[in-house]
């Protein structure tokens, strides 16, 4: 699919564009008002600015205090024959004075002449009617204004905040998404007319209805007052939904390129803010949907069982994610962060007698070769280095030589460098000689496809803040049933009882132990939902193979030599050499590529100096270019 990138703006007239503080129409209705011999006040008069004016008229007429003198006048309120006659009047002294509000906005011309500039096209809605308009049109274009096309609320079935307008001048101007229309407005009702028709929505501050102040007031006025006054109409103009606030007009180029960024990363108007002030590049915790932060936003009784039936559905779908042959596995979910759930695993699984063989090639390899010693597990650690992967031959030599090994345990993809180990290959050999399998498939299991029946694993160890896109707070482990039954009593920690755990979970119906990270479950919930509408495990998979073959290339570009070979290379993470240069430093790397809204991973292996760049989360290929792109501008080196 072609990226969508903004292709043009619906801009409003009076207030927006010409009329700087929107006096025409409230100049009118105050006289008119005022010839009924009731006095309104104009704050009165902008409060449902935007509307069709006869809405408009009604609107005001429905205001309490309105109908009060209204009602204290004429004995009773305004019927259908009053508003005509009132709507008459009105007009009559509105086209009077029409002519004279329709100059530009300072900035709105120069505006105009940047985006044709740019391709932009420039579409219009307003309040006025179609007759108002044959005035407004003339008289703006001879000072200069006319954009390319104009709707009134007369031309469709109504005006705002419905959304027809606006669907008309997409027709017109030939723009399609919505998505790629950025919709600009002075009142309330421009936002949510932006909204309703699912563009993004800007409010300006400076000339807006909402201030109600002539250029000449603005100048004038205490700045300690009129920024108060400035900040309470953008906290209006965000209440009802607004995008971007801009103080004036001629600000609004940074939104539009704003806007195009979000764009390009899959963003659409409907989705709440991103609030990160960057990218994390990170192996977890990583950038996450605005939608699963959002779920956070609850808070959870831990015993009820509304709650422990998500956990139960999360429990079942992450077998159903893990393997076609379900009805042999289960899950167990465990607080804290990853390690500790390898450590629940090797800690609960491995009997006082057992032996474990660990292959490893990084830290987190060796990382479970340490928490067995710790926990005093008889073990060997077969060490392959940094940068090439395991090896299922030494692994079945190690097994002939050493026969009380009961235990085998791998890392799927090695976060320390990117590597992507063989779990198939060392399954096959690890089933062969009738040994348990344990895989730390941490920064693997929803981003790369795997069928643990197949591999033939008994336990694979995940968590909440990788492939699966969740935050961080607990990790799962998928296990094979049997082998998860002969595991009662052998814990050697009590909080950290795999086993336990587990037979809480199944006995009642979805329970954790001990306090659960009850929020971190919420979004997990949320992101699983999301991995499935992205398409599955294998959809994924293809983003993320995307985006780290599309950051392999721009780091190419820019002069960085890749730690791995592309056989080796996971599509989770890569390691780059530091360039040849006396004049790089990580350090100024890391600072000025973070400026640009990108975190980057210092690197973790003791043979050469490399750093590290993820390419998992709510990222995509656009993201890694706008990466590879930004590195190669500010090189410093
Ligand atoms: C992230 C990760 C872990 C666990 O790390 P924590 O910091 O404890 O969450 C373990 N193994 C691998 C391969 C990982 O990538």
Same mark, same amino acid.
């Given at each position: 699919? %072609? ?7 619906? +801009? ?20 008119m ?8 006040t ?9 509307? @069709?004016k006869?809405?408009? +008229?009604?609107?005001?007429? %429905? ?7 209204? /009602? ?20 009559? $002294? ?16 120069e505006?105009?002449? =940047?985006?044709?500039?740019?391709g ?10 179609k ?10 274009? %001879? =000072? ?26 997409? /027709? ?8 790629? $229309? ?11 007319e ?9 409010g300006?501050?400076?000339?807006s ?15 300690l ?12 103009? =965000? ?13 609004l ?47 959870w009784?831990t015993?009820?069982q509304q709650?422990?039936?998500v956990? &139960?559905?999360?429990?079942? %779908? ?14 167990? +979910? ?10 629940s ?34 073990t ?16 079945? !030599?190690?097994? @002939?030589e ?40 941490? #920064? ?15 336990? @694979?160890? #995940? ?30 920690? +009590? ?5 336990? &755990? ?5 006995r ?25 509408q ?48 006396? !004049? ?10 973070? &400026?640009?809204?990108?975190? $980057? ?37």
């Open positions: 699919m %072609k990226e969508v990138q903004v292709q043009g703006v619906i +801009l409003d007239w009076a207030g927006t564009m010409i009329d700087y503080g929107c006096f025409a129409p409230v100049a009118a209705f105050v006289e008002f005022k010839l009924k011999g009731i006095e309104v104009s704050e009165e008069v902008r409060k449902p600015m935007g509307l @069709l006869r809405d408009h +008229l009604l609107a005001i007429c %429905k205001m309490e205090r309105v109908a009060a003198l209204w /009602k204290e006048k004429y004995g009773r309120l305004p019927n259908e024959a009053d508003i005509d006659e009132m709507y008459a009047g009105f007009e009559k $002294l509105l086209f009077e004075a029409l002519p004279e509000y329709t100059t530009p906005i300072p900035g709105a011309l505006l105009v002449e =940047r985006l044709r500039s740019m932009v096209k420039i579409g219009s809605t307003t309040g006025y009617t007759e108002m308009m044959k005035i407004v049109t003339a008289e703006a274009s %001879k =000072r200069g204004y006319a954009p390319d096309t104009f709707v009134c609320p007369d031309d469709t079935m109504a005006g705002r905040p419905y959304p027809w307008m606006s669907y008309e001048n997409a /027709k017109r101007l030939g723009v399609y998404p919505m998505k790629a $229309l950025v919709k600009v407005g002075d009142t309330l009702s421009d936002v949510a932006g909204l309703n028709a699912g563009m993004w929505s800007v300006i501050l400076k000339g209805n909402e201030l109600g102040m002539t250029e000449a007031e603005v100048e004038a006025c205490d700045p007052r009129l920024q108060t006054r400035l900040d309470e109409i953008e906290r209006q103009f =965000r209440e009802a939904g607004a995008h971007y606030v801009i103080e004036t007009i001629g600000d180029d940074a939104v539009l390129e704003e806007v195009n960024v979000r764009l390009a990363r899959g963003e659409s108007p409907d989705m709440l803010p991103r609030s990160n002030p960057y990218l994390l590049l990170t192996p977890g915790p990583l950038t996450t949907t605005p939608t699963v932060k959002a779920a956070m936003l609850s808070d009784c015993w009820d709650y422990n039936e956990v &139960q559905s999360i429990r079942s %779908k992450l077998v159903r994610l893990a393997t076609r042959a379900p009805a042999s596995y289960t899950t167990v +979910l465990m607080q804290g962060s990853g390690t500790f759930v390898v450590e695993v090797i800690g609960s699984v491995i009997p006082h007698d057992g032996k474990l063989a660990v292959l490893a090639n990084g830290a987190y390899g060796d990382r479970i070769g340490k928490m067995a010693k710790v926990l005093g597990i008889d060997v650690v077969i060490d392959f280095g940094e940068t090439s992967p395991v090896d299922g031959a030494r692994l079945d !030599s190690v097994l @002939l050493q026969p009380d090994i009961t235990h085998v345990a791998v890392v799927h993809t090695e976060t320390t460098t990117g590597m992507r180990n063989s779990i198939e290959e060392i399954g096959r050999v690890a089933n062969r000689h009738g040994k348990v399998y344990i895989v730390d498939a941490m #920064s693997s299991f929803g981003g790369i496809e795997l069928d643990v029946a197949d591999i033939g694993i008994d336990f @694979l160890i #995940s968590s909440s803040n990788k492939c699966i896109q969740g935050v961080p707070g607990f990790g799962f482990v998928i296990a094979k049933t049997t082998s998860l039954e002969q595991c009662a009593g052998r814990a050697r920690s +009590l909080s950290l009882d795999l086993y336990d &755990q587990w037979d809480t979970m199944e009642e119906g979805g329970k954790w132990r001990f306090t659960s990270p009850t929020h971190v479950v919420y979004a997990f919930n949320q992101a699983l939902r999301e991995l499935e992205e398409g599955g495990i294998a959809k994924r998979q293809m983003r993320f193979t995307n985006n780290q073959k599309t950051l392999a290339a721009g780091m190419a570009r820019a002069g960085f030599r890749a730690l791995l070979p592309e056989e080796h290379q996971s599509p989770i993470i890569t390691s780059f050499y530091y360039p040849e240069s006396d !004049s790089f430093s990580f350090k100024e790397l890391y600072e000025r590529i973070k &400026q640009e809204g990108f975190v $980057l991973y210092p690197g973790k292996i003791s043979t050469a100096p490399t750093f590290r760049i993820g390419n998992i989360g709510d990222v995509n290929a656009a993201d890694m270019e706008r990466l590879t792109q930004s590195i190669e501008k500010i090189r410093f080196w």
